[in-house]
Each structure stands twice: as structure tokens, then as C-alpha cells.
């Protein structure tokens, strides 16, 4: 009688844990596509802090919920318009190879010294978002484009199209190398990095940002995630059911959310990379 208990009592919480991943995913998947960080920095702290799993276990199946985050948002962004498809793949191509270092290094290294690592990038990106979060991107007018990263797209919050010209390019390549060298070592998809760096140093609009990183951030976390597969630290059941949720947020926020304000975008980007940080930092210590 008592097995039978146990096993209906373990079978129950088994469930629950697998509708709690599902959830996650889902808020994963909502959070990746608005903010264009593919949902490591949510997926990560939650399967390390909640769910007790090791730290690279966490990672390896944050690597592959990003692609699929990724491929959702990208596939519904390149019909609209608003992905930057030149200086994404541009950018992108000095990050793969990061990340296929980063993730070689991460798997050296001890769990509790990542956890560190992510608590301090996290909290940095935070504090440049804040003292950044008042500058507003002009949109430039059609005949002002000057190079091949220059691009315009429909702005539903705004009602008109938005043109834009990236600037500074060095600087922003640079900042893509280590947001590929992160998301391999931490499994974040870089778009922490990619974000800010389009944004504030390229001045891009963050709409067109965010969905750019979104598209970015699949190929780089695919990158990492062949590592962590070959290494044998993915789980394909925890992978899974988080994909599931993460398709299904995703879908949900293109179709709820395609009016909200870039100001609206930048503060909850801001305020959830505070959060994630100090979570994370505490688990560390």
C-alpha cells in the first residue's frame, strides 16, 4: 500500500514539476521574443534556483529553448519586415565562433564561479539600460541611409515607418564577439549583449533590435548547444516541454504585444536583468 502511495505521490509531483517547466517556457518564450534576449537569463536562474538542476545541465537546455524561441520570433519578424537580416548575419559571424569557445571554457569550469559571472554581467547590462533608458533613437529620414546596414520598418505603436542607419560598427562587432563567448559560456543566447550593443552603440530602434537579436541569437546558441549535446548535458524530456511552452509564448506575444512603446521595452528589460542578477548571486553564494 505504501509503495502504491509513493508511487501515485511521485507521479503527481512529477506532473506538476513538468506543468511548471511548461510554464516557464511559456514566460520564456514571451520575454525572448519582446526583448530579443532568446530566454536564457530566464530559463537558467529558474532550472538552477526552482528546480535544483546542475548548473550546466540548466544551460544546455536554456541553449536549446533559445533556438526554438529564436525560430518562432524570426520566422513571423522577416515577413513584417523588421529584421536587420545584413547586420545580423554580419554580426553573427564573429559570435558563432565564440561561442563554441565560450561553451569549451564553461565546461571546465566550476558551476557556483558561472553562476558569478552571469550575477555580474546581468547586473552591469542592468545599470548601462539605466542610465541609458531616457535616450530615445531618431528616425532618420529615407534619403539619409548611408551604408549597408541601413534599413526601415512599420512601427505598429508609432503608426508610421521607422528608418534607421547603424553607427559605430567596431565597437558593436567587438561587443557581438563577447556576446558569443557569454552565451557559449553561460547559455544567455548573447542577446543580453547584442541588445545594448545595437541599440545605444549602433542606434538602432529597439523594436528593429530586438528582432534582429532574436534571429542572431538561435545561430549562436546553436553553436554552443552542439557542445553541451556532445559533452551529454542536454536532457531531450526538460528540453522538450520547455520548447513547447516557449513556441506557444512566443506566438502569443507577436500576436498581443506588437503595440507596445519602445520606452515600455526598455524597462522591463532593464528590471528583469536586476532581478535575474541578484537571484543569481545569492544561489552563488
Same mark, same amino acid.
Given at each position: 500500500?505504501?509503495?502504491?502511495? &509513493?508511487?501515485?505521490?511521485?507521479?503527481?509531483?512529477? &506532473? !506538476?514539476?513538468?506543468?511548471?517547466?511548461?510554464?516557464?517556457? *511559456?514566460?520564456? +518564450? !514571451?520575454? /525572448?521574443?519582446?526583448? +530579443? #534576449?532568446? +530566454?536564457?537569463?530566464?530559463?537558467?536562474? =529558474?532550472?538552477?534556483?526552482?528546480?535544483?538542476?546542475? !548548473?550546466?545541465?540548466?544551460?544546455?537546455?536554456?541553449?536549446?529553448?533559445?533556438?526554438?524561441?529564436?525560430?518562432?520570433?524570426?520566422?513571423?519578424?522577416?515577413?513584417?519586415?523588421?529584421?536587420?537580416?545584413? %547586420?545580423?548575419?554580419?554580426?553573427?559571424?564573429?559570435?558563432?565562433?565564440?561561442?563554441?569557445?565560450?561553451?569549451?571554457?564553461?565546461?571546465?569550469?566550476?558551476?557556483?564561479?558561472?553562476?558569478?559571472? *552571469?550575477?555580474?554581467?546581468? *547586473?552591469?547590462?542592468?545599470?548601462?539600460?539605466?542610465?541609458?533608458?531616457? #535616450?530615445?533613437?531618431?528616425?532618420?529620414?529615407?534619403?539619409?541611409?548611408?551604408?549597408?546596414?541601413?534599413?526601415? *520598418?512599420?512601427?505598429?505603436?508609432?503608426?508610421?515607418?521607422?528608418?534607421?542607419?547603424?553607427?559605430?560598427?567596431?565597437? =558593436?562587432?567587438?561587443?557581438? +564577439?563577447?556576446?558569443?563567448?557569454?552565451?557559449?559560456?553561460?547559455?544567455?543566447?548573447?542577446?543580453?549583449?547584442?541588445?545594448?550593443?545595437?541599440?545605444?552603440?549602433?542606434?538602432?530602434?529597439?523594436?528593429?533590435?530586438?528582432?534582429?537579436?532574436?534571429? !542572431?541569437? /538561435?545561430? =549562436?546558441?546553436?553553436? /554552443?548547444?552542439?557542445?553541451?549535446?556532445?559533452? /551529454?548535458?542536454?536532457?531531450?524530456?526538460?528540453?522538450?516541454?520547455?520548447?513547447?511552452?516557449?513556441?506557444?509564448?512566443?506566438?502569443?506575444?507577436?500576436?498581443?504585444?506588437?503595440?507596445? =512603446?519602445?520606452?515600455?521595452?526598455?524597462? #522591463?528589460?532593464?528590471?528583469?536583468?536586476? %532581478?535575474?542578477?541578484?537571484?543569481?548571486?545569492?544561489?552563488?553564494?
Amino acid at each position: 500500500m505504501n509503495s502504491l502511495t &509513493n508511487s501515485a505521490v511521485y507521479t503527481i509531483l512529477k &506532473n !506538476m514539476e513538468d506543468v511548471a517547466l511548461l510554464i516557464c517556457g *511559456f514566460i520564456v +518564450g !514571451m520575454l /525572448g521574443t519582446l526583448l +530579443g #534576449i532568446g +530566454g536564457g537569463v530566464i530559463i537558467v536562474p =529558474t532550472l538552477v534556483l526552482l528546480f535544483g538542476f546542475p !548548473m550546466h545541465s540548466a544551460i544546455a537546455a536554456s541553449l536549446v529553448a533559445i533556438i526554438a524561441t529564436s525560430s518562432t520570433a524570426t520566422a513571423h519578424n522577416i515577413k513584417t519586415g523588421i529584421v536587420d537580416l545584413n %547586420f545580423g548575419i554580419s554580426l553573427e559571424l564573429t559570435a558563432s565562433i565564440c561561442a563554441m569557445a565560450g561553451s569549451i571554457i564553461s565546461i571546465s569550469l566550476n558551476g557556483r564561479v558561472v553562476s558569478v559571472i *552571469f550575477s555580474i554581467i546581468l *547586473f552591469v547590462t542592468a545599470l548601462i539600460y539605466y542610465f541609458k533608458r531616457n #535616450i530615445e533613437i531618431s528616425s532618420i529620414r529615407a534619403e539619409q541611409k548611408s551604408n549597408l546596414f541601413s534599413g526601415n *520598418f512599420f512601427d505598429p505603436s508609432k503608426q508610421k515607418i521607422v528608418y534607421y542607419s547603424a553607427q559605430h560598427l567596431v565597437p =558593436t562587432f567587438i561587443i557581438s +564577439g563577447l556576446a558569443g563567448f557569454i552565451s557559449g559560456m553561460l547559455g544567455v543566447g548573447g542577446g543580453i549583449f547584442k541588445v545594448p550593443a545595437m541599440n545605444l552603440v549602433s542606434k538602432l530602434p529597439i523594436k528593429a533590435v530586438a528582432a534582429t537579436s532574436n534571429f !542572431m541569437v /538561435g545561430i =549562436t546558441a546553436l553553436s /554552443g548547444a552542439i557542445i553541451y549535446f556532445k559533452s /551529454g548535458y542536454l536532457d531531450p524530456k526538460i528540453a522538450s516541454i520547455i520548447i513547447i511552452g516557449v513556441v506557444f509564448g512566443s506566438k502569443f506575444t507577436l500576436w498581443k504585444f506588437r503595440k507596445i =512603446t519602445d520606452k515600455r521595452i526598455k524597462l #522591463i528589460f532593464m528590471l528583469f536583468l536586476i %532581478f535575474v542578477s541578484i537571484e543569481m548571486l545569492i544561489k552563488a553564494i
